[in-house]
């Protein structure tokens, strides 16, 4: 059974900082990529930020320079460190992963999300 756990979330001052975390299992998480997304209230789910098997990292423009992903694969857990918070980074963000599985079945994994509130 796969899943995906995130915490971190909550309240916190505009210009701030929060670290999110996303516990994976039941995937084969070294060869697996991982993605953060997050909905705003009224919004489409927006992708922030990608990192694959080979650690290599991608970020939406609006999170750049602000935002960093991570992927400790002894723990299995991927971390999203975001500074500089502004009230348009609210939002339910959500850990993502197409696998595989132990089984070698790649699918749409995803994780209950956690709430970020910034206040300005």
């Known amino acids: 059974q796969v899943q995906l756990v995130e915490s971190g979330g909550g309240l916190v001052q505009a210009g701030g900082s929060l670290r999110l975390s996303c516990a994976v299992s039941g995937i084969r998480f070294k060869i697996s990529a991982v993605y953060w997304y997050r909905q705003a209230p009224g919004k489409q789910r927006e992708l922030v930020a990608t990192?694959?098997?080979?650690?290599?990292?991608n970020y939406a423009d609006s999170v750049k320079g602000r935002f960093t992903i991570s992927k400790d694969d002894a723990r299995n857990m991927v971390f999203l460190q975001m500074h500089g918070l502004n009230a348009e980074d609210t939002a339910v963000y959500y850990c993502?992963?197409?696998?595989?599985?132990?089984?070698?079945?790649?699918?749409?994994?995803w994780g209950q999300g956690t709430q970020v509130t910034v206040s300005s």
């Open positions: 993502y992963s197409p696998g595989p599985t132990q089984s070698w079945t790649y699918g749409d994994y």
């Open positions: 990192i694959n098997s080979g650690l290599v990292t």
